[in-house]
């Protein structure tokens, strides 16, 4: 198998095109960098691509592998034929190949080991000829032998059809034919191990879908119930008509000697055999489906999250709610740093709000906070109304925003939590967390295990470490689009540069801690282990804000500087120039306006630079923007300074919201009454979709309506198709 052919077709680019990638990955190149700086190369391959090419990659060449091992086993054994070469060597999975592998396969003692062992493998192949012209049962007391274990004809005949069932359930087409027609007519169901018991999973009680619609929250949802001892989960198969096939491939002519013989050793073969591992199979088919398609939307989920923007240069308040232990706050700068921290009672059981309240006086004019970021969770309502009252108290402008809390208490008990703040305790921490992810989310959430975020869907059920590598991959991707402050970012941060390990980010902080901060990327060569390989995969995602050269703070790679510097000339632009566009650009100033408008031919003028089209067209646009973030296009949080209760909410109200989570059927949006509403997908948009995420984006600013409150519940049904 050409196997770069087979993933051009896959992912429908040019075979040239994978190749390069292919060849880039090998020289040991990362993703960010082959999609940012090699377009020349890929033509342009992306992020999401390039990895869909990686992950198939391992897969095919592993596949690979697989083949050469069972051709050498089967070679070894001497039974390798031409045809069964050409067989494995045309096998497209893994599955395919463990079917043609079973009949050599090694075995465990099974029924058809032990006849074999007492003699009767003549007897099977005798009642296999099926020209007999007598009694079976004669010719199977031939096979009486007290010292091997046959007592009678009868046992001689079981073992014999023992020998039978293995042979066809070891038959590769079959096994193909039979799984390929459970998918098609099969279905999938679930029943209660008690009926009387309440649960979530109640509507599975009594369940069945086909298999070929079976959506993956519900298989997920069924595993989950199974695995608690809730459900009892099967496929149904068509198993007549298999059986049918299996008599029909079997019994050649009709023998009414062995032909009920065959019957039974085929309807034996499917029951004890193949039908329960093709269920198995197919459940791990529909489970490893479902997980692929879940791992996808919290990829996108994550990605939108991390790309929230930064509201930066605020003093901020971070508010950890909570009852019996108090409120944790921490009150941090423009920069991130925390000034103060304090614990107050405001709710239950102590209801100290006027206490509470002298106290956030105190904290709001000493430090000009600018704005309070509270946690959505336990006593995030209580904490809110008091918020609330205290601004209409107040004669300053200060709003509040609810984020989202997941994994802020996993970060705060964590090892890197300890060591960022030794001397604050676990609520501290989280208060700190809490503020800063208003801040700059990205810098904040890259601490966190990707998994505890909390913008998926039955994370924890499925394929950890699938799961762990995709998000990472994702957090990979987001933080080298943004890129990262050489001299702020912290070494968590700096761990998701491409050509960045754990070791070099702790030896990147740690020199600048020694010599202060970097003047110039050139500098990072200067860290210990960082060599040139490294520095040319990360360099270009690293930013030096006032640094020598203006063009540290872009996403220029240093070995483009020349290129770059040349154009400038040809532009009429001075290194000064940037650097005023980078300042005035920080304060919403001006911009370069459109050089790309000034260049008349494009492919002359790279060749004359000595770089590729691809590569001038994105010179062109950071000098145009230099040093713009990225995020600067996404929705903004919704800053809040009033409260609603679920029981303020009536049907037909028209509602602002923010998208917090995205699951299969619908979306969750938080419409500032800690409940959040969801918005099935029926309920988007007027044309038909199949997922939420042609509709909407976490972090999206969305006008809803709702259609019903159940308080009881805790339920708010919304539509985004307002009448």
């Not at 890259?446 to 869907?457: D, F, L, N, T, Y």
């Not at 001038?616 to 230099?626: A, F, G, M, S, T």
């Amino acid at each position: 198998m050409d196997i770069n052919v087979k993933i051009a077709k896959e992912l429908q680019v040019q075979k040239w095109q994978v190749e390069a990638a292919v060849n880039l990955i090998d020289e040991g190149n990362t993703i960010p960098f082959i999609s940012r700086y090699r377009k020349e190369v890929t033509g342009s391959l992306n992020d999401e691509v390039l990895r869909n090419l990686y992950e198939r990659l391992n897969y095919l060449r592993a596949l690979e592998e697989k083949k050469q091992q069972v051709l050498g086993s089967i070679e070894e054994q001497g039974m390798l034929t031409d045809e069964l070469r050409e067989k494995i060597l045309a096998a497209e999975t893994q599955v395919a190949v463990d079917d043609l592998y079973r009949p050599y396969r090694p075995k465990r003692k099974t029924r058809a080991s032990v006849a074999k062992e007492k003699g009767l493998e003549p007897l099977a192949l005798f009642i296999k000829l099926q020209n007999t012209k007598k009694p079976v049962e004669q010719e199977a007391e031939k096979y009486i032998d007290e010292e091997k274990g046959v007592g009678t004809a009868e046992e001689a005949l079981q073992g014999a059809k023992d020998i039978l069932a293995e042979a066809i359930s070891d038959e590769a087409d079959y096994r193909t034919f039979i799984r390929d027609l459970t998918m098609r007519e099969g279905s999938l169901a679930s029943e209660a191990k008690d009926e009387k018991a309440e649960s979530v999973y109640e509507m599975y009680y009594a369940y069945e879908e086909s298999l070929k619609k079976v959506a993956g929250h519900r298989i997920l949802a069924l595993n989950r119930g199974e695995k608690e001892k809730i459900l009892t989960v099967k496929v149904k198969a068509p198993e007549e008509e298999i059986i049918r096939y299996l008599e029909k491939m079997t019994i050649l002519v009709n023998n009414e000697y062995t032909t009920p013989i065959l019957k039974e050793a085929a309807e034996d073969s499917y029951r004890r055999l193949i039908g329960p591992a093709i269920e198995r199979e197919i459940r791990n088919e529909l489970t490893e489906r479902a997980e692929n398609g879940a791992i996808s939307v919290f990829g996108k989920n994550l990605e939108q999250l991390l790309m929230q923007p930064p509201i930066a240069g605020k003093v901020v308040l971070g508010w950890d709610p909570a009852f019996r232990t108090g409120c944790k706050l921490a009150v941090v700068d423009g920069t991130g740093k925390v000034l103060d921290t304090k614990v107050i009672y405001p709710t239950a059981p102590q209801n100290k709000v006027e206490q509470s309240k002298i106290e956030l006086k105190k904290l709001i004019k000493k430090y000009h906070i600018d704005l309070i970021s509270v946690g959505n969770g336990t006593a995030s309502r209580e904490s809110e109304q008091i918020i609330v009252e205290l601004l209409k108290e107040l004669d300053v402008p200060l709003q509040y925003v609810i984020v989202n809390e997941a994994g802020a208490s996993v970060y705060s008990a964590s090892k890197l939590a300890t060591e960022e703040f030794p001397e604050f305790d676990v609520g501290q921490r989280s208060a700190a967390s809490i503020a800063r992810r208003l801040q700059d989310p990205l810098a904040e959430l890259v601490k966190i295990e990707p998994r505890a975020i909390g913008v998926g869907q039955y994370q924890h059920d499925m394929n950890q470490k699938k799961l762990g590598e995709a998000l990472t991959g994702v957090v990979e991707s987001t933080v080298n689009k943004v890129g990262v402050d050489l001299n702020t970012a912290s070494a968590p941060l700096l761990e998701y540069i491409s050509g960045i390990s754990k070791t070099l980010a702790k030896n990147i902080v740690a020199y600048r801690e020694e010599n202060g901060r970097f003047l110039s990327r050139k500098q990072l060569l200067k860290v210990t282990k960082l060599g040139p390989k490294a520095f040319e995969q990360c360099a270009g995602f690293m930013r030096i804000t006032d640094g020598e050269n203006p063009l540290d703070a872009t996403s220029v790679h240093p070995e483009s500087y020349e290129a770059a510097q040349k154009l400038m000339e040809k532009l009429g632009l001075s290194m000064e120039d940037v650097r005023r566009l980078q300042g005035e650009a920080k304060t919403g100033g001006k911009k370069a306006g459109s050089l790309s408008s000034r260049i008349k031919d494009k492919k002359k003028l790279a060749e004359e630079l000595g770089i590729g089209e691809l590569t001038l067209e994105d010179i062109v646009k950071e000098l145009e923007k230099p040093a713009r973030d990225p995020r600067e296009d996404m929705p903004t949080p919704i800053l809040r300074s009033d409260v609603m209760d679920m029981e303020d909410l009536k049907p037909g109200m028209i509602l602002k919201g923010t998208v917090r989570n995205i699951v299969d059927f619908g979306a969750f949006v938080d419409i500032g009454v800690h409940q959040d509403g969801l918005v099935h997908v029926s309920q988007m948009t007027e044309r038909y979709i199949k997922h939420p995420l042609e509709a909407v984006s976490v972090g999206d600013i969305v006008d809803v309506q709702v259609i019903s409150v159940d308080v009881p519940k805790k339920r708010i049904a919304l539509t985004m198709k307002i009448k």
